[in-house]
């Protein structure tokens, strides 16, 4: 096979990874329940249960409007109407979310934490790898989320989306800071299967050879 054909072989093997970004299946949280909800990961049917503060669900998806705080290069739609759990924190008891099957890379999509000048923390069990994927305004105006430490999230109006790195099947955390109005949901992607990272590094493989190949010719 010539070069030009090795790479394209290259690219299409790698484009499934490529992507700009991928759906993710927000919580459908049920309504009039003690914080229950459904969603699906990797083709299978996946419960989301939470436990500790909260002051309601809510199902205005107004707080997700602003959609360059809630999509990013990874993520490529907002939770909109399938509800979040309402919290005004001020707690010391360990709030949890509890999966029904164990997920790699769960999104949490949080809004209005905080206020302009009123910090408002979500303190994450030790050990749990965070990533802020994207931030900005909300439905009551701008704001800033940041890692104050590498397992604690402090928002001043505070709307964005987290990333927790690795495997989860219980997710623990505090809210010790009282204000009015914020909240959360959780969210998964499918993950790809080993066949595609297979295909990804057969792509490399050749994508290495022809740059040699070219190199050698020089």
């Known amino acids: 096979m010539n070069t030009p054909k090795r790479l394209a072989l290259a690219l299409a093997l790698a484009a499934p990874l490529a992507a700009s970004a991928q759906h993710v299946n927000w919580t459908q949280w049920t309504?009039?329940?003690?914080?229950?909800?459904t969603t699906t990961y990797n083709g299978n049917p996946l419960t989301v249960e939470y436990t500790g503060q909260m002051n309601g669900l809510d199902f205005d998806a107004s707080y997700f409007s602003n959609t360059a705080s809630f999509t990013n290069a990874e993520v490529e739609n907002t939770p909109g109407a399938n509800g979040s759990v309402r919290m005004s924190g001020g707690t010391t008891p360990v709030n949890h979310i509890h999966l029904s099957a164990p997920v790699t890379n769960?999104?949490?999509?949080?809004?209005?934490?905080?206020?302009?000048?009123?910090?408002v923390h979500f303190?994450?069990?030790?050990?749990?790898?965070?990533?802020?994927?994207?931030?900005?305004?909300?439905?009551?105006?701008?704001?800033?989320?940041?890692?104050?430490?590498?397992?604690?999230?402090?928002?001043?109006?505070?709307?964005?989306?987290?990333?927790?790195?690795?495997?989860?099947?219980?997710?623990?955390?505090?809210?010790?800071?009282?204000?009015?109005?914020?909240?959360?949901?959780?969210?998964?992607?499918?993950?790809?299967?080993?066949?595609?990272?297979?295909?990804?590094?057969?792509?490399?493989?050749?994508?290495g050879a022809a740059a040699r190949r070219r190199r050698d010719r020089r």
């Open 31 to 37: 309504p009039a329940s003690t914080a229950t909800g």
């Open 106 to 119: 769960p999104y949490l999509a949080l809004y209005s934490v905080g206020q302009p000048n009123v910090g």
């Open 123 to 207: 303190d994450f069990d030790a050990g749990t790898s965070i990533t802020i994927l994207s931030q900005g305004a909300g439905h009551w105006g701008g704001g800033t989320l940041m890692l104050e430490t590498p397992t604690s999230v402090l928002g001043y109006e505070g709307n964005g989306i987290l990333r927790l790195n690795g495997t989860y099947s219980d997710i623990y955390f505090t809210t010790p800071n009282y204000e009015y109005y914020y909240g959360f949901t959780l969210g998964v992607a499918a993950v790809p299967e080993p066949a595609t990272y297979a295909m990804l590094l057969a792509g490399m493989t050749l994508l």
